[in-house]
C-alpha cells in the first residue's frame, strides 16, 4: 500500500532504501533483546537511559544545530564551511563539559539521584561529541542524496552498539556493559561516516566559516531553546523518573522506548529525510511543498496503525513472553505510550517543515510547553506515588504537543508565513 502512495520517482527510491536499512538496523537489537534483557537487570537499562538523557541533553549546545543548516545553502562550498564550523565547535563544547565534569563531578550526581552515574560524567563528553558528529555527517551525505551510504551507516550502528554490549555482558561487565556498548558501537559508526563525507579534499578559510555561521544565526538562536526543550521533554521522565522513584522504574520506561518507539522512529525517519531534501527543492521551486507533506503523512499514518493496535491490546502478554517475566511492567507502559508513539510518528519526521516558513519561533512555543508539561506529568504520578499516572499524564501531553505541531506543519507545507 505504501508503494502506491508515492508515484514512481526517485522519492520513494530513496525512502525505500533508507526504509531497508532502518529495517535491518532495528531488526538486530530488537532480535537481541531478549537475550540482553537475561544478562542485564532493569536496574543497568536505567543506568544507561540516566546516562544517554543526559548526552542528548548537552548534545543540543555541543554543534549549536548548526547542523541542520548543512541541508539548507545552495552554495556546495557554503555549506563546507558550516561543516566546519559545526565540527569545531562541537569539540570545543565537548572539552568544556569534560572540565565541568571534573570540577563538579559530586554535584552533577547528587542532582541527578544516581551514585553510579559519578564514573560516567567523565565519558559523557565523548559521548556528546560522537552525537553531534553522527549528526553533522548524516545531514551532509542527506544534502548529497547519499542514502544508501546513510543506511548502510544507520545497521553498522545499530548492530555494533548491540553486539558489542552483548559481548561485555558474556564476559561479566554487567554495570558497564550496556553504556561501553553504545559509545564504542557510536564510535564505530562516526569515523565511518567520517571517511565517507572526507573521501573528497576539503579546504576550508576561517573568515568564511565565521561568515557562513553568522549567515544561519537564526538556527543557534531559535533551534537551540526549541530543541533544547523538545529534547528535555523527551529525557526528563528518565530524570525525575530516576529520582523521584528509581533507577528500575526509569530502566522499564526506557526499555519500553527502546523497543517501540526506536523501531517506528527510525522507518518514520527514513521517510522524512528523504522528504527534507525533497521539501526543500519543491518549496524554493514552486513556493510550497503541500502534495508532498500530504503524501509523507499519509504513508506514516499507515506505517503507525497497526502497531498502534498492537501494542494497545497486547503490549503486556507480548513483553512476557519476548522479554521475560520481570519486564511486565514495561508492557503495561506500552500499552499507554502506544498513542504517543502513533503521534510522533505522524509528526516528527515532518517536523524540518517549519523551517521552510521559518516558524521557529512558534515551533519554540510549543517546545516550552511539552517541556513544561513533561515535568508537570511526573511530578503528579510522584505527588500519587504512582509511577503509571506519571506515564499516562506524559502520554497524553505529548500527543497533545504532536498533533498540534502536525497542524503548524501543514501551515508551513501550504507556504503560509
Same mark, same amino acid.
Not at 572526507?198 to 538562536?221: A, D, G, L, Q, T
Not at 513483553?319 to 509528526?347: C, P
Given at each position: ?224 531553546? +526549541?530543541?533544547? &526543550?523538545?529534547?528535555?521533554? *523527551?529525557? /526528563? @521522565?528518565? #530524570?525525575? !523518573?530516576?529520582? =523521584? ?50 503524501? +509523507?503523512?499519509? &504513508?506514516?499514518?499507515?506505517? *503507525?496503525? /497497526? @502497531?498502534? #493496535?498492537? !501494542?494497545?491490546? =497486547? ?103
Amino acid at each position: 500500500m505504501i508503494k502506491n502512495i508515492f508515484a514512481k520517482s526517485q522519492f520513494k527510491k530513496n525512502i525505500m532504501v533508507l526504509m531497508a536499512g532502518s529495517a535491518v538496523a532495528q531488526a538486530v537489537p530488537i532480535a537481541i533483546s531478549p537475550i540482553l534483557t537475561r544478562i542485564y537487570s532493569p536496574k543497568e537499562f536505567g543506568l544507561m537511559a540516566l546516562y544517554l538523557s543526559l548526552c542528548s541533553l548537552l548534545s543540543v549546545f555541543s554543534s549549536a544545530r548548526y547542523d541542520l543548516a548543512i541541508i539548507e545553502p545552495k552554495e556546495n562550498n557554503e555549506a563546507k564551511h558550516l561543516l566546519a564550523g559545526s565540527l569545531a565547535l562541537s569539540a570545543i563544547i565537548s572539552f568544556l563539559l569534560f572540565i565541568a565534569a571534573c570540577l563538579f563531578n559530586k554535584q552533577i550526581t547528587s542532582l541527578l539521584g544516581n551514585a553510579d552515574i559519578s564514573f560516567w560524567l567523565y565519558v559523557a563528553p565523548i559521548t556528546v561529541f560522537t552525537l553531534s558528529c553522527y549528526s553533522i555527517f548524516t545531514y551532509w551525505l542527506n544534502r548529497h542524496k547519499r542514502f544508501k551510504d546513510m543506511s548502510i551507516n544507520r545497521v553498522v550502528n545499530s548492530s555494533s552498539t548491540t553486539f558489542i554490549s552483548l559481548f561485555l555482558g558474556f564476559l561479566n561487565y554487567i554495570s558497564s556493559g550496556l553504556i561501553l556498548g553504545y559509545l564504542l558501537g557510536q564510535i564505530t559508526a562516526v569515523l565511518l561516516l567520517w571517511k565517507k563525507t572526507f573521501r573528497e579534499k576539503f579546504n576550508f578559510e576561517v573568515s568564511k566559516i565565521y561568515k557562513s555561521m553568522k549567515k544561519y544565526s537564526h538556527y543557534p538562536k531559535y533551534l537551540v531553546p +526549541a530543541t533544547f &526543550a523538545g529534547t528535555a521533554s *523527551g529525557e /526528563i @521522565p528518565i #530524570l525525575l !523518573l530516576t529520582k =523521584y522513584f528509581d533507577a528500575s522504574i526509569s530502566g522499564y520506561f526506557s526499555f519500553t522506548n527502546r523497543v517501540t518507539i526506536s523501531p517506528l522512529s527510525l522507518i518514520g525517519n527514513s521517510i522524512g529525510e528523504v522528504y527534507r531534501q525533497k521539501a526543500v527543492e519543491e518549496y524554493n521551486q514552486f513556493g510550497n511543498c503541500k502534495a508532498l507533506f500530504i503524501r +509523507a503523512f499519509t &504513508a506514516l499514518f499507515v506505517v *503507525g496503525l /497497526i @502497531p498502534l #493496535l498492537i !501494542l494497545f491490546f =497486547y503490549s503486556v502478554p507480548l513483553f512476557t513472553f519476548v522479554f521475560g517475566e520481570k519486564w511486565a511492567i514495561a508492557g503495561k507502559m506500552a500499552k499507554y505510550t502506544s498513542f504517543l508513539i502513533f503521534f510522533q510518528l505522524l509528526s516528527t519526521p515532518l517536523a524540518y517543515t517549519i523551517v521552510l516558513n521559518k516558524s521557529q519561533k512558534m515551533d519554540m512555543v510549543l517546545q516550552i510547553g511539552r517541556a513544561t508539561l513533561s515535568i508537570v506529568s511526573i511530578v503528579i504520578g510522584y505527588y500519587f506515588a504512582d509511577y503509571l499516572m506519571s506515564v499516562i499524564c506524559y502520554t497524553i501531553s505529548y500527543s497533545l504537543y504532536y498533533i498540534s505541531h502536525s497542524f503548524l506543519q501543514y501551515r508551513a507545507a501550504c507556504g503560509h508565513k
